[in-house]
């Protein structure tokens, strides 16, 4: 089945292909301006949407920035896996090492643009595959620094907690070892 496009408006900037971050080669990198956090900061230097496939476990990763300006890191796995179609809430917590728990499984969402979607289509090729199951985390802990959440920070310092703004580097990290994970729960059974 091929990838379906929508009417939503593309990235103004065209995916950059090929660089390297935290020592991964990301096959794509979107810069996607109304995903931007409003407020500045360091998230003004990063990309909103990353996507690779880890080279030592074969598994397709994405780093996506979420809505309120945070960022989150997915995992997808195949059929025959066995946390396939799993949703979140049904993935005992401490399973996988993840910062947080997880907090989001669900199927390739090819009906959404590119450049904002969670699923993956791998570079030179048009083929799509149908049966990825993503993984993932988001860091917006009440630990975690959310740049467009004012409620966020307010609770944070009501507790008396300093929060730290995880970049784009920490959530490649958080995807390889998720990655790493779940190919090792993969192998046990």
Known sequence: MAKR????????VAPSTG?????????KAYSVPDLQ????GPWRREHDKLAWTDPATGLDCIVRRMN????????????GHPLFGYSAGAIPPGLLRTHGGV??????????????????????????????????TTCDQI?????????????ARRLGID?????????IDLCTDLARD?????EVR
Not at 37 to 40: D, E, G, M, Q
Not at 143 to 155: M, R, Y
């Open 37 to 40: 956090p409003k407020t500045s």
């Open 182 to 186: 779940l190919t090792l729960l993969g």
């Open 163 to 171: 929060q730290v703004y995880r970049d784009e580097a920490y959530a």
């Open 103 to 136: 907090d989001y499984a669900e199927a390739c969402d090819d009906r959404g643009p590119e450049d904002r979607s969670i699923c993956h289509v791998h570079s030179g090729s048009v083929e799509h595959v149908d049966d990825a199951w993503w993984i993932g």
């Open 68 to 79: 309120r300006g945070h960022l989150g890191a997915f995992v997808a796995v195949r059929r």
């Open 143 to 155: 630990t975690d620094l959310v740049p467009d959440d004012i409620g966020h920070a307010t609770e």
């Open 5 to 12: 496009r929508t009417s939503a408006p593309p990235a103004t």
């Open 19 to 27: 660089i390297v971050l935290s020592g991964r080669r990301i096959e």
